[in-house]
């Protein structure tokens, strides 16, 4: 009822005069938040937490992506000239209790330079929004793959982390991170997964083509509005930061720039990747409930903002409730 709501006051174009819908929101909206803020104060946050010494309650729910191939998607002419042009295309979707988002976006720097930013853990903190803390607890190579495993403290609202245990597969020469939950320990996610792929720019030498997914599902039900909500702002911001972290880096004449990953041209047809292919139903955009590409700016100010605070407070919420759920199971 509140996602209808919203809706129609989007149409209206939201004038400074409120209308009774919009009031109606806002009341809706003020109730929500203090009934989420009530059980995230009430409920005991610190007794069943994340916890490094117990393995995760499953071995994994998300169809696990592949290491090699590009994202299963297929471009037309009107996404390809959003991209061409800048933007972030991307779309989002939720499926079976699961928050999918897909994000494409041209970068002006070398793939190596691209790669370099992605795969360099240490360097997230100060980088990636929210972050507060990354620890990496175990790092091995096979071959060209490199894996770290780490511990990600995000913040969530002012006062509430969120923790989880994170399993990386960088591998340089195929332009790909992939990662994971690390199910050997108890994070505050149910699942996730995501993964990384880069590829030659078609036209512009020096530019690297970037695709990001990622899937996450939270514990027990969450609205889907929720898990839309976080998995586009995730996209959003994990591309953004990428790109302009990168972009300082890249070399001041990108288009004589060579690039040092041997990587496959977009014209190439790699393996797909198992976990987004194609469904039945439609997939939609985050922003328009279509696949409509637009800058992200532009996507979240027609999202209003007590929308992503909710987000927060469910997803917080959650987490608390399961903690909760989980430590009278035991007792």
Same mark, same amino acid.
């Given at each position: ?24 929101? +806002? ?50 002419? @009107? ?9 972030? /295309? ?6 079976? =209790?699961?928050?999918?988002?897909? =994000? ?22 100060? !980088?990636?929004? +929210? ?11 096979? &071959? ?25 597969? @960088? ?20 699942? +996730? ?13 020096? /530019? ?29 911001? &994990?591309?953004? /930061? ?9 070399? !001041?004449? @990108?288009?004589?720039? @060579? ?19 194609? &469904? ?46 989980? =430590?009278?199971?035991?007792?």
């Amino acid at each position: 009822q509140v996602s209808r709501v919203g809706s129609t006051a989007r149409r209206e174009g939201l004038r400074s005069s409120p209308a009774p819908a919009q009031e109606n929101l +806002m009341a809706r909206l003020t109730a929500f938040l203090l009934a989420a803020a009530a059980k995230l104060l009430l409920l005991p946050k610190a007794a069943f937490a994340a916890n490094k010494s117990e393995p995760h309650p499953h071995q994994g729910l998300i169809p696990r992506l592949k290491l090699d191939g590009k994202p299963d998607i297929k471009l037309s002419s @009107a996404d390809l000239k959003v991209i061409e042009s800048g933007q972030l /295309w991307m779309k989002s979707k939720e499926e079976k =209790g699961i928050g999918r988002g897909l =994000g494409v976006r041209d970068i002006a720097a070398p793939a190596d330079v691209v790669f370099g930013q992605i795969s360099d853990l240490e360097g997230y903190v100060g !980088k990636v929004p +929210m972050l507060q803390s990354l620890k990496i607890y175990e790092s091995t190579k096979k &071959s060209s793959v490199v894996v770290e495993k780490a511990t990600y403290i995000v913040r969530v609202v002012p006062g509430y982390n969120f923790e989880y245990y994170v399993e990386h597969h @960088a591998d340089s020469k195929k332009g790909v991170v992939l990662f994971f939950l690390d199910y050997g320990r108890h994070s505050d996610f149910n699942d +996730m997964q995501g993964k990384w792929f880069l590829e030659e720019h078609p036209t512009k030498p020096g /530019w690297t083509r970037v695709y990001y997914q990622c899937d996450l599902k939270l514990w027990g039900y969450a609205p889907k509005i929720v898990k839309t909500l976080l998995t586009s702002k995730g996209l959003s911001s &994990s591309i953004g /930061w990428v790109k302009r972290e990168s972009e300082k880096r890249a070399p !001041k004449m @990108a288009g004589t720039a @060579a690039f040092a990953l041997g990587l496959p041209s977009p014209r190439v047809i790699a393996p797909l990747s198992a976990a987004v292919a194609p &469904s039945s139903g439609q997939q939609h955009a985050f922003a328009a409930e279509a696949l409509v590409a637009q800058p992200p700016a532009l996507q979240y100010s027609k999202v209003p903002g007590a929308l992503a605070i909710i987000a927060a407070f469910v997803a917080a919420a959650h987490v608390t409730a399961s903690r909760d759920f989980r =430590g009278r199971r035991v007792q």
